[in-house]
Nanobody
Framework: QSRLVESGGGLVQPGGSLNLSCAIFGSTLDYQAIGWFRQASGKEREGVSCITNGDVPYYAGFAKDRFTISRDNANKMLYLQMNDLKPEDTGVYYC??????????????????WGQGTLVTVSS
């Protein structure tokens, strides 16, 4: 019954900022982690950032020092503040939650429940 709904994407110039939001519907008490993935045109989906229920954050190399993940537990919201955006950040950004505890080999958090994605375009 859990559902994730992203928002906040749009068109931004290089060097600009966006704050993505993920609204979490349903129970999240059994979530092991939650975070963000992205997929650029013609490329594989990749992890951006995630945070565990123990509040341990993880970042991809490209996101470190530019992006910040945060949660508002009371309002059941997840955020991704993205600063100094680059054209290569362009893509569809997805919110995903880990329930099972199964974590892929190439990332820090699982992805059992997905949102529909929000498009980020970084261009002049």
């Amino acid at each position: 019954q859990s559902r994730l709904v992203e928002s906040g994407g749009g068109l931004v110039q290089p060097g600009g900022s966006l704050n993505l939001s993920c609204a979490i519907f349903g129970s999240t008490l059994d979530y092991q982690a939650i975070g963000w993935f992205r997929q650029a045109s013609g490329k594989e989906r990749e992890g951006v950032s995630c945070i565990t229920n123990g509040d341990v954050p993880y970042y991809a190399g490209f996101a470190k020092d530019r992006f910040t993940i945060s949660r508002d537990n009371a309002n059941k919201m997840l955020y991704l503040q993205m600063n100094d955006l680059k054209p290569e950040d362009t893509g569809v950004y997805y919110c995903a939650a880990e329930i099972s505890g199964i974590v892929p080999q190439n990332w820090y958090c699982g992805h059992d429940v997905w949102g529909q994605g929000t498009l980020v375009t970084v261009s002049s």
